[in-house]
């Protein structure tokens, strides 16, 4: 065999110029780069991109393969939800300047879905600035104000220039009338109707765009329309809160029967948060039903949502006590003592049903009413029902309450949180005007102040905070009681109040709550001692505060009535009344109702000279009157046609008390 040369394999050395083996390298590397990350091996082929950029800086179709690259690696990210890695691919794309715009929307996106709502804003708007699909951006930007920022006022301007610009949109109408529905309440009423039935239109077998159109009908009382869409909701499957909202607009039309039974339906909510209701709701074969024969058995009634619902619906109790055979009461234990000491003739528990407690039927208190056949005409003891002692109230009163004249009103003006939907809470600043009234005081019955709202009231105007003092509803009721009238928003002191028939205004928002069927008139129907003043438009509280004011200055009046009628002898000047209309000024009713220290420069003012006597009998059995004045020499016998006989002021305050309580 013949022998190959060693020159023929090994081959003689080439040499090459020296950028050209760059070359060959550079090469290489790009196909290395591309390949590890469409192999989605980002990581490595990013830093060979890197390293390579460096080295050819002013090669543009090498660096825009890199920023391609980092963008697909980006948008990977972003739809794998891992939005901080993304974000930092986006930062990179736009300190190499690059400007597509959906570097912007994306970088908004991560940013929102971060829980950076307003630092999400300046993307999407400067991917406004630059986006040829306004529709899209439009969107973005409707949806963050509403859902993030709550900005309810841009997300309508957003929603609307997606209606000018791309005209039919179910999703858009229905978005636009829900949002004025929500914000402006009552305000608009044409517009949240239009939106809507345009919506249906559009989307005719829409479940929640027909369940809206029927509740902005319902809420402006054109029920001939909003009953035929409610039975068009019937028909496309409602869910249970659907179902619950059309029980509460029955109510607020005054069918009871049937607006109670959908109620119901507030158990199975599709949105119920867990611990919204207690437990035992949950258990069907001891929850009252329609079919249930209550004869012979334990019942036990069990609160459910609130305190103020608890106090409304305990009304029902002796109707209950005679369909069965024994009631016991579950309640809230802030609401405890107060139930205990108003002779509810029952046993009652804090909170939860005792263990071993032997009981047939559960009754959550909200469906008394349907199990008692009630209608608004028969609703029990709106009079008032609920009481505390007399002396408890006396003990509230000697260690909270200032011992003067004035005539006291107390206030609420904020609710739970479940009572937002409808702005039933007043701003504290729109009852500024009663602290300004003369002859006035103002006691606070307001216990949680989130927003600080007592903490900012002008120094020049005067209240007493009670809240702090009130450990539990005995303890308000005790307070109430030792109130000339009291001024709230929809909660659950004004619903104490109406229950223990003090004389009572309820503010209310031009929308209310369904379980409010009268608004307006002389009382509530739920509590006769309940007087509501309702706002004309939405959040217009000055207006119905005016009303009340013209109220209270009556108020004061029929007190100083009677106050005057107590301490004036029968036929003198002062026991006529002052009539209502009399040109009487308010300083004057200040002066008669005012502190200690009144009755003193009332005396200066009108010249009355006070004497007191003190009789004393002798052992022998002989009595002997001897006066004493506080003038230098004895005061001249008048008769009561001549001069105002007042009374001493301890005399007279006692004596009005009594008369008041």
Not at 112 to 124: I, K, S
Request: net charge positive; proline share 5%; hydrophobic share 35%.
């Amino acid at each position: 065999m013949a022998q190959v040369s060693r020159k023929l394999i090994v081959g003689k050395p080439i040499t090459l110029p020296e950028e050209v083996n760059d070359d060959l390298i550079f090469d290489i590397d790009v196909a290395l780069a591309e390949e590890y990350c469409k192999n989605k091996e980002y990581e490595k082929g990013f830093e060979i991109y890197e390293r390579l950029v460096r080295k050819a800086f002013g090669d543009i179709e090498l660096k825009n393969k890199y920023m391609r690259q980092m963008k697909t690696y980006a948008d990977t990210l972003l739809k794998e939800k891992k939005y901080s890695k993304a974000l930092e691919q986006y930062k990179k794309l736009l300190r190499q300047n690059v400007t597509d715009p959906y570097i912007f929307k994306n970088a908004a996106i991560c940013l929102n879905e971060m829980g950076q709502p307003v630092r999400a804003l300046r993307f999407f708007e400067k991917y406004e600035e630059n986006a040829y699909d306004k529709e899209e951006v439009y969107k973005y930007l409707a949806d963050i104000y509403y859902e993030n920022i709550k900005d309810y006022e841009k997300a309508i301007d957003y929603y609307e220039k997606m209606i000018e610009k791309y005209g039919d949109n179910a999703h858009v109408y229905n978005m636009l009338g829900h949002l004025y529905s929500t914000y402006y309440q009552d305000k608009y009423m044409d517009k949240q109707i239009y939106y809507l039935k345009k919506a249906a239109e559009l989307e005719p077998n829409n479940r929640v765009i027909i369940k809206n159109i029927a509740y902005v009908l319902g809420k402006f009382r054109k029920f001939e329309e909003a009953d035929k869409y409610y039975a068009r909701l019937q028909q496309l499957n409602p869910s249970h809160s659907d179902l619950h909202s059309y029980g509460g607009y029955l109510v607020s039309k005054r069918d009871f029967e049937n607006g109670f039974r959908f109620l119901m339906h507030r158990f199975a909510k599709e949105d119920l948060q867990e611990g919204a209701f207690p437990p035992i709701f949950l258990n069907k074969k001891v929850r009252w039903n329609d079919k249930m024969d209550l004869s012979g058995k334990h019942v036990i009634l069990h609160f459910e949502q609130g305190f103020g619902d608890s106090i409304m619906f305990i009304r029902y109790l002796d109707l209950i006590k005679e369909m069965c055979d024994k009631v016991s009461i579950v309640v809230q234990r802030p609401l405890l003592e107060l139930f205990a000491g108003s002779d509810l003739g029952c046993d009652i528990y804090p909170d939860d049903i005792p263990m071993g407690l032997k009981y047939d039927v559960v009754i959550p208190m909200m469906d008394l009413p349907l199990v008692c056949h009630s209608t608004p005409e028969t609703i029990p003891h709106p009079e008032g029902y609920l009481k505390v002692d007399q002396k408890y109230i006396d003990e509230f009163r000697e260690q909270y309450i200032h011992k003067n004249d004035k005539f006291k009103i107390g206030v609420a003006y904020e609710g739970s949180i479940m009572g937002k939907e409808t702005d039933r809470d007043i701003p504290f600043k729109f009852m500024y005007p009663l602290m300004e009234l003369p002859g006035v005081e103002i006691y606070s019955f307001q216990v949680s102040d989130p927003s600080n709202q007592m903490d900012r009231v002008p120094a020049n105007l005067q209240f007493i905070r009670l809240g702090d003092k009130l450990r539990n509803f005995k303890d308000t009721a005790a307070g109430l009681k030792c109130m000339d009238m009291f001024i709230s928003s929809d909660n659950g002191v004004m619903n104490l109040a109406g229950a223990l028939g003090i004389p009572s205004i309820c503010l209310f928002n031009t929308i209310s709550e369904w379980r409010w069927i009268v608004t307006q008139g002389e009382d509530v129907v739920w509590y006769k001692s309940v007087k509501p003043l309702q706002c004309p438009t939405s959040r217009a509280w000055d207006i119905p505060v005016r009303q009340a004011i013209e109220i209270v200055e009556k108020r004061q009046l029929e007190k100083l009535n009677n106050t005057l009628k107590l301490s004036a002898p029968k036929g003198s000047i002062k026991s006529k009344n002052i009539s209502p209309n009399a040109a009487v000024s308010l300083d004057a009713v200040a002066e008669l109702l005012g502190g200690e220290e009144e009755p003193k420069k009332t005396a200066k003012k009108t010249a009355v000279k006070k004497s007191t006597a003190k009789k004393t009998v002798s052992k022998a059995g002989e009595k002997k009157a001897t006066a004493k004045s506080s003038l230098k020499k004895p005061a001249e016998k008048k008769s009561p046609s001549k001069t105002s006989n007042v009374k001493p002021a301890k005399k007279t305050t006692g004596r009005a008390k009594k008369k008041e309580e």
